[in-house]
């Protein structure tokens, strides 16, 4: 059975004499009392949520064997001079860093590591174009707000405890148009004059 070096900073799991480690490349993650370790990337990459880390990377490197390890320990023991981190490699491999700036030999992190938010507007969906032979639809139409706008909001407020701008209401009624107008097409495709609950587009599944 293999003899335990340290345990995970993160996962707590056991880390062998002689085993591959991770540590973190910012220095405060280094000192030389309580160095942080981790046996995998994955677990580096978990601390991220605990830190304010700039900028970031996972630095690959080797546990000692035993013996390196009790010669480390006597040497801490012997000289009142700071000891070198006993997690410190001869050779680091950079594995990736959490940076837009480009590397050698980077490799991107896993997709649970992305933290920030990127916010994606949508623009009004077009009307779908009408088909060889479908109805000629009016244009000479009056562009008003198409839903009750208290009732929005309050199911916005309801759902996410969101406010809503009003400026968000001419856009959701160019939806609805869009949504009339595929409907009456389909009536009429049917040869009816009535628009039947069937006629109307069903929504996505949520």
């Known amino acids: 059975m293999a ?6 900073t993160e996962c707590r799991i056991d880390i ?6 991770y540590q973190c490349s910012v220095s405060t ?10 046996c995998s990337v994955i ?26 390890w009790e010669q480390e320990l006597a040497g801490e023991t012997a ?6 981190p006993a997690s410190t490699p001869d050779s680091v491999q950079p594995v990736h860093r959490r940076s837009d700036e480009t590397r050698p030999n980077l490799i991107p992190p896993p997709p649970a590591a992305a933290t920030e938010r990127r916010v994606v507007v949508a623009t009004p969906a077009p009307a779908p174009a009408a088909a060889a032979g479908d109805l000629a ?3 000479a139409v009056d562009k008003d707000v198409l839903v009750v706008v208290s009732k929005l909001k309050k199911y916005i407020k309801d759902r ?8 968000i209401f001419d856009l959701i009624s160019d939806h609805v148009r869009a949504i009339c107008d595929e409907a009456i097409r389909c009536a009429a495709r049917n040869d009816r004059k009535t628009v039947l609950e ?3 587009p069903r929504p996505p599944r949520r």
Not at 29 to 38: A, G
Not at 160 to 167: A, C, E, K, L, P
Request: with cysteine.
């Open 3 to 8: 003899e335990i070096w340290k345990k995970c």
């Open 16 to 21: 062998v004499f002689g085993a591959t480690y």
């Open 160 to 167: 996410s405890g969101f406010n809503t701008s009003d400026q």
């Open 198 to 200: 069937r006629d109307m």
């Open 137 to 139: 639809l009016s244009d």
């Open 79 to 84: 000289s009142p001079a700071p000891a070198r």
């Open 43 to 68: 677990c580096w990459d978990s601390h991220l949520s605990t830190v304010r880390h700039r900028d970031a990377g996972a630095i690959e490197a080797k546990a000692p064997s035993k013996s390196q």
């Open 29 to 38: 993650c280094n000192r030389t009392r309580m160095p942080l370790v981790f």
